[in-house]
């Protein structure tokens, strides 16, 4: 395992923040930690980073136990933090050769690598740059690049995306994917779970600072009784019809508002032509019709009651 | 840890607001005091002073008309002669005169002001009244004038001192205003040291992080960053002390190899005071900041920055507030080297310097060493 | 009224930095303003120059008799005082040092012309009356010690005290008498200028940096309320701001100096303050055109207050500065402001007719004052119309 964190507690005072976290992360995986805010998932990294102290469990990274000191496992790892951390006074070329110079003594390699990032997070014309002067999207490459110069073996990233335009988002992602196919192992905390879906390998759902689900996204999907979600333009449904349409087998929760019906059906096939077949039946006209299947989010919210992006 | 020097330069150099303290705000200070106080002692410095006397048609005294011409001979006056009072007061009035000067029964001298110049010129016509004096009541107790060898003795002006040689400089007040400048820049240094604590401090900012997260051990990290914020710090420091010695003229004495041994014991120490307040300080940086330089201000004021008196009061009345004042300990070892020709005064300052130095940086470092925290 | 409560809320948001240079003021005027009784000065007063003697002979009817007559003509200090001679000489805190050494009096009877060992400042004036004093003091001993070699040295003592308390009669010009209040009253609007400059250019600068910020200003120029509008009350702002400081220092001089700062002279320097409290917020504004950064401002804020006070004359007496000094000077509002302060100082009668230096002197500080003020507008006007760049 790259990391295992077994029954790791941590708390401030009364409060409770990490509650028996458990976590292992296998090598060349994209591991997603998915929860919202305030959840635990910055304080948990900072933890098994040996940055923050704990009150009771263990962390090991790479097999070993990871320390302060631990020297030895730290060049291995790359951090890309929530915040953007680099030198306002270094240009961007500046900031990446900086850091790369902590885990990287050798001149000529260093360069190769400080070159090799600029060209991952397409930085190249920025390199004269100062952080002042960047955009919140090439300040988070910056940051990126910063983190991953030295090309390590483990990857953290926290919340690296929080407010990146959709298409520096994307790119940030495809890096990502491309940094896990040269051997990289990445861990990877978001509360966006559409980033989550998109690239990691396996998932745990976090809350209140314990993992209250993992697995990959169909195996957390398939945990919840949740079918397709079907949402069908409808321009007048009485209040009969649609009582008589929660009763249809399948269906879990119908309703309407504001001319769209929306119904969420049990897990299972053919759900969709019962619902259509009444419709016609009950000469209920409608427009567009969407399926779409069940997401994380619809996970967490069956799960904990409440939504991914509504806390905190 | 070379490249980590090299980073660390190119960072310091670009802290405007750092530079601009530890740098510009010195020369600039300097400049000005130089400017203001280029003529401050010169109240106490022997000049002939300018009176006016009023001599009139039918006057006769031999006696002081010599006696004017000898002080005017001798350069302690300057006489100009005026036939009337009106004319006298004019040149008063205009400031063209400090004095003017009627002599009937009685020596009477009208001034512009008291002062030092006007004190002199009473006290050489006091010289005249007394001798004068003291011929009438010999002659009145003597019952018979004096002879030729008595008026002799009486007129001779003996004098019964001798200067005491002694090899200091000269005490030239003035300098010590520049020395306390020389004080706070390098104590100034101390916001350095609260940046410097700042990138590398987990708990302190983002960056340091990402410092703490790195296989560099801290020491490294802490004694790079050191060496880049001395070396800048130091030669800002050297630059000050040559603008002052060779712009402005300022005396440091014969040692000027020992001056920059000061300066660079003297720049260790506030960057150690500044690692100090940002090691064991919870405060925004701005705050630590505030702190390091109100330490200094308070620390220049009581070493005579404002007031040079203040030096040497707090010396005397309180001994041990001038050793533990690090702005007093660096103008001391300044002011030391330039005005006493052996080396133990500034030594025992430089000793007294380091002593600080390595306690502020203990302290700091052992604050530093901590690598977890409570919280971020 | 919404842009002058901004206003106000941003000035106290940053009191703090604001008011450091009213706190240092507050600082220097209260040390600066003795508690010594206040008298009216219009006789002559000679210097005390500062002397210590110190005796290694026995204690004789001359040594005494010496230095009974210094403590009446000089301040003497005793010898516990000067712990460290060269360091006391040094710092002027003594001008002047005698040691009279083992066996002076016995030689000195016997005509052996033994010397007193000095320490003291080379040519100046203080050392000069000192060595009088002694030598007239010793002469005039020995002149009746010989004349009288029968008389007892307690009679020779007085004869030499009663002709050296002969002194001339020297007196003050009318007209030139010095009030001590009047001294006071110099000192701290000398003072006075420093905390006009440092807290106006601070709280000036703090606040149009807010208003000035690029996004702020953008949102308000899309706003249906004009420019110039907003503008005015800034403007109103300015001069609420710069009425409250000139009040703070009008309290802290009554606090200080009592009903003085109310005389005839006193109003008149109040006049003269208000004046360059103008060329402060002139040069205020045009700062704010050119420095937007706060750490910037700081440092710009001190390094104008400290340079201007410097060269004006403000922190040290124009007759001690040089006289390049001086004409550098003249081209600070700083210089004039200090030199309409001594023009009063002088002054013990306030007809127009006297009063011209003065007049000339704020008329020149108001003439800072709008030149600052229209360069200022002129700067702005320009990067509004785009011609410069944004700060």
Not at chain 3, 140 to 154: G, V
Request: with cysteine; net charge negative; proline share 2%.
């Amino acid at each position: 395992m790259v990391i295992k964190v077994e029954n790791l507690v941590k708390r401030y005072g009364e409060l409770v923040v990490l509650d028996h976290f458990n976590l292992e992360v296998g090598e060349g995986e994209i591991f997603g930690l998915l929860g919202p805010n305030g959840s635990g998932k910055s304080t948990s990294i900072h933890c098994m980073l040996s940055l923050l102290t704990y009150d009771k469990g263990e962390v090991m990274l790479f097999d070993k136990k990871m320390t302060p000191k631990s020297y030895d496992i730290k060049k291995d790892i790359g951090i890309v933090m929530q915040n953007v951390a680099v030198f306002e006074e270094l240009t961007v070329y500046e900031n990446i050769d900086y850091f790369c110079s902590l885990y990287v003594k050798d001149k000529e390699r260093r360069k190769e690598l400080v070159e090799s990032a600029i060209d991952f997070c397409a930085l190249n014309s920025f390199v004269k740059f100062y952080p002042a002067k960047l955009s919140g999207g090439l300040l988070r490459r910056l940051n990126i690049a910063c983190g991953i110069v030295h090309k390590p073996k483990l990857v953290i990233m926290d919340e690296p995306t929080v407010a990146v335009d959709p298409q520096s988002r994307n790119n940030i992602l495809e890096g990502i994917k491309k940094l896990n196919k040269e051997g990289t192992t990445i861990l990877y905390t978001s509360h966006y779970m559409e980033e989550i879906e998109q690239i990691c390998t396996r998932i745990a759902i976090m809350d209140r600072g314990r993992i209250i689900a993992k697995g990959t996204k169909e195996e957390l999907k398939a945990m919840i009784g949740l079918g397709e979600k079907i949402t069908m333009e409808v321009y007048q449904l009485e209040r009969e019809k649609l009582e008589e349409l929660k009763k249809l087998p399948g269906v879990k929760m119908a309703s309407y508002d504001g001319n769209i019906l929306t119904i969420k059906s049990e897990k299972g096939r053919n759900n969709l032509s019962p619902i259509l077949h009444y419709m016609e039946e009950g000469n209920v006209v409608f427009g567009k019709v969407y399926t779409e299947m069940p997401t994380l989010n619809d996970v967490f919210l069956e799960m904990t009651g409440k939504e991914l992006r509504d806390n905190g | 840890m070379v490249k980590q020097i090299y980073y660390n330069l190119k960072l310091v150099i670009r802290e405007k607001e750092i530079l601009f303290w530890n740098g510009i705000f010195t020369i600039l200070l300097s400049t000005m005091f130089a400017l203001a106080f280029g003529n401050m002692l010169d109240y106490e410095k022997m000049e002939p002073v300018s009176m006016a006397l009023i001599e009139e048609e039918n006057q006769e005294n031999e006696i002081f008309r010599e006696v004017i011409n000898a002080l005017e001979q001798e350069g302690y006056i300057k006489v100009t002669k005026v036939t009337e009072e009106g004319e006298a007061k004019k040149l008063l009035a205009e400031k063209n005169v400090a004095a003017y000067m009627e002599y009937g029964e009685e020596l009477k001298i009208t001034v512009q002001e008291s002062g030092y110049a006007t004190t002199f010129l009473k006290s050489v016509f006091d010289n005249y009244a007394q001798k004068q004096a003291t011929y009438e009541h010999m002659m009145e107790q003597l019952q018979r004038p004096l002879t030729q060898e008595e008026v002799v003795r009486l007129m001779e002006e003996e004098n019964y001192f001798t200067k005491v040689e002694s090899n200091h400089a000269e005490p030239d007040l003035v300098l010590n205003y520049f020395f306390t400048i020389i004080a706070m820049g390098c104590l100034y240094s101390g916001l350095n040291g609260v940046r410097l604590v700042k990138n590398i401090q987990g708990n302190q900012s983002d960056v340091a992080v990402r410092n703490s997260l790195s296989p560099m051990p801290r020491y490294k990290l802490f004694l790079s960053s050191v060496v880049a914020n001395f070396a800048v710090q130091y030669g800002l420091i050297g630059i000050l002390v040559l603008y002052m010695k060779y712009m402005l003229k300022v005396e440091f004495g014969t040692h000027m190899a020992m001056v920059f041994l000061v300066n660079g014991v003297g720049v260790f120490m506030g960057l150690s005071l500044g690692v100090l307040v940002g090691a064991i300080s919870h405060s925004k940086e701005n705050v630590k900041q505030w702190i390091v330089m109100g330490i200094t201000m308070l620390g220049c004021y009581l070493a005579g920055m404002m007031d040079s008196s203040m030096k040497y009061k707090v010396q005397e009345n309180a001994p041990f507030l001038a050793y533990i004042n690090p702005s007093n300990l660096l103008t001391d070892a300044y002011y030391s080297l330039y005005y006493y020709p052996d080396m133990e005064r500034t030594m025992t300052n430089l000793a007294i310097m380091c002593g600080f130095s390595l306690l502020f940086c203990g302290i700091g470092i052992f604050a530093l060493r901590r690598q977890q925290y409570e919280s971020i | 009224m919404k842009v002058f409560s901004t206003y106000l809320r941003i000035l106290n948001k940053h009191k703090g930095s604001i008011s450091l240079a009213m706190i240092i003021f507050v600082a220097m005027a209260v040390i600066s303003v003795k508690s010594s009784d206040i008298s009216q000065i219009t006789e002559f007063q000679e210097e005390k120059i500062a002397v210590c003697v110190i005796n290694q002979d026995e204690d004789t009817v001359l040594s005494d008799g010496l230095k009974a007559y210094m403590n009446e003509h000089t301040e003497l200090l005793r010898e516990n005082e000067v712990t460290n001679i060269e360091d006391a000489l040094f710092f002027r805190q003594v001008e002047y040092v005698v040691i009279i050494p083992k066996g002076f009096y016995k030689d000195f009877l016997l005509g052996k012309k033994p010397k007193l060992e000095s320490y003291y400042v080379e040519n100046s004036y203080s050392a000069y009356c000192v060595e009088n004093l002694i030598n007239n003091y010793l002469s005039t001993f020995k002149n009746y010690a010989l004349s009288f070699p029968d008389a007892a040295p307690e009679t020779i003592i007085e004869n030499t005290k009663r002709d050296m308390e002969t002194e001339c009669n020297v007196s003050i010009g009318k007209g030139n008498e010095t009030n001590e209040m009047n001294g006071w009253m110099v000192t701290f609007f000398s003072c006075a200028a420093y905390a006009v400059l440092g807290v106006i250019t601070m709280g000036i600068t703090t606040v149009i940096k807010s208003f000035k910020q690029i996004d702020v200003k953008r949102r308000t120029l899309c706003s249906p309320v004009s420019y110039m509008k907003i503008n005015k009350k800034v403007w109103m702002g300015h001069g609420v701001f710069g009425l409250v400081v000139f009040g703070i220092l009008v309290l802290l001089g009554t606090v200080l100096l009592g009903k003085t700062v109310f005389s005839v002279k006193g109003l008149y320097q109040l006049l003269n303050l208000f004046a360059f409290e103008l060329c402060a917020m002139g040069i205020a504004t045009l700062m704010s055109q050119f420095v937007s950064n706060s750490s910037a401002i700081a440092a710009v804020s001190n390094t104008i207050s400290i340079c201007l006070c410097f060269l004006g004359g403000c922190f040290v007496p124009l007759e001690y500065m040089s006289s390049t000094a001086k004409t550098v000077g003249s081209f600070t509002p700083a210089y004039w402001y200090s030199k309409a302060t001594e023009n009063l100082y002088e002054l013990s009668e306030f007809r127009l007719t006297l009063m011209g230096g003065y007049f000339k002197c704020l008329a020149i500080e108001v003439g800072f004052a709008i030149a600052f003020f229209s360069i200022a507008l002129l700067v702005e006007k320009q990067k509004t119309m785009g011609k410069w760049k944004e700060a």
